[in-house]
């Protein structure tokens, strides 16, 4: 029989992917309070700022001088997947497309031909903390819509759909669909250039909660396809046999039933196919 588990590493930045997906990387980040100008309540001093990507008294500035983030930057080629789980995100580009999102939204932006835009981390909490989570996906265009002409589409997240599949001893699984289906249950629809597009490239992008000793199994779905689990909260699953530590990626094969259960507490983890 075919091994269902195809390779174990451990996550480091960005996290390996497979193709037609480019890239993944994992940001998060605890900001402390923010001041009128949504800058860090904190000292910058003694960071590289420009380049501040160590991680300092809990968070990082990235590009940012000021407030956190990606200045204006271009893109050509593909697309970018931003999932939001917690905090604030603030978007513009050089199509005028400008919108603020979090807090469960993901935003979906197509470069194709070419797009400069800026994403940014306001800390709008001046009371409190502004803490910030999130995945960034870039999938790769196919070769005829490499110039197809940008789109960005939101997809918030009272619109996504879930899905909850319990185990025999009513511990449950949920399932966002922010790519592909389950369950009989399908995302909302991508933008028009996506690879996604194509329901028979299987593409699929999934965040996944379990409740402590939850049993989840993966459908067997085609041997033309390889899948990512990205387990980066919890205590530790097994994947039939084998016992996974957070914070690790699995490639697993497409064409296998895979059963998948969690420890005891609460695990999360994505899934790129």
């Known amino acids: 029989m075919k091994n ?12 390996e992917t497979e193709d037609p997906f480019l890239m993944t990387v994992h940001h ?3 900001y402390p309070s923010g001041n009128d100008q949504q800058v860090p309540n904190a000292s910058l001093e003694g960071r590289n700022l420009g380049e501040d990507f160590t991680l300092h008294d809990g968070f990082r500035m990235y ?38 999102f979090g807090n469960g939204d993901v935003q979906w932006m197509t ?60 511990q449950k699984t949920t399932i966002r669909l922010v790519a592909g289906s389950m369950k009989g249950k399908s995302s909302l629809e991508p933008n028009s250039a996506s690879w996604a597009n194509d329901k028979s490239h299987h593409v699929g992008i999934y965040v ?11 459908p ?32 697993l094969a497409g064409d296998q039933e895979i059963t998948i259960t969690n420890g005891s507490s609460e695990s999360c983890w994505e899934r790129c196919i």
């Not at 407030?67 to 603030?90: A, K, S, Y």
């Not at 960034?136 to 879930?162: C, S, T, V």
């Not at 085609?222 to 996974?244: P, V, W």
């Open 208 to 218: 996944i909660h379990m409740e402590p000793e939850a049993v989840f199994t993966l």
């Open 28 to 30: 998060k980040d605890a």
């Open 4 to 15: 269902k588990i195809m390779k174990i590493q451990k996550l480091g930045f960005p996290w």
């Open 220 to 251: 067997s779905v085609s041997a033309t396809m390889t899948r990512n689990i990205y387990y980066y909260q919890g205590d530790k699953l097994n994947i039939d046999e084998t016992a996974i530590e957070t914070y690790h990626r699995v490639k």
């Open 63 to 100: 590009h940012g001088k000021t407030v956190p983030g990606f200045p204006v930057h271009p893109h050509r080629g593909f697309e970018t997947v931003t999932v939001v789980l917690e905090g604030l995100i603030d978007h513009f580009d050089s199509y005028g497309s400008t919108g603020r």
């Open 111 to 170: 470069a194709g031909k070419g797009a400069q835009h800026t994403e940014m981390f306001p800390l709008v909490n001046q009371d409190k903390g502004n803490p910030l989570e999130f995945f960034q996906i870039w999938l790769n265009l196919p070769a005829k819509d490499k110039f197809a002409d940008p789109e960005y589409k939101m997809l918030w997240a009272e619109d996504i759909p879930e899905v909850q599949s319990a185990a025999a001893n009513g």
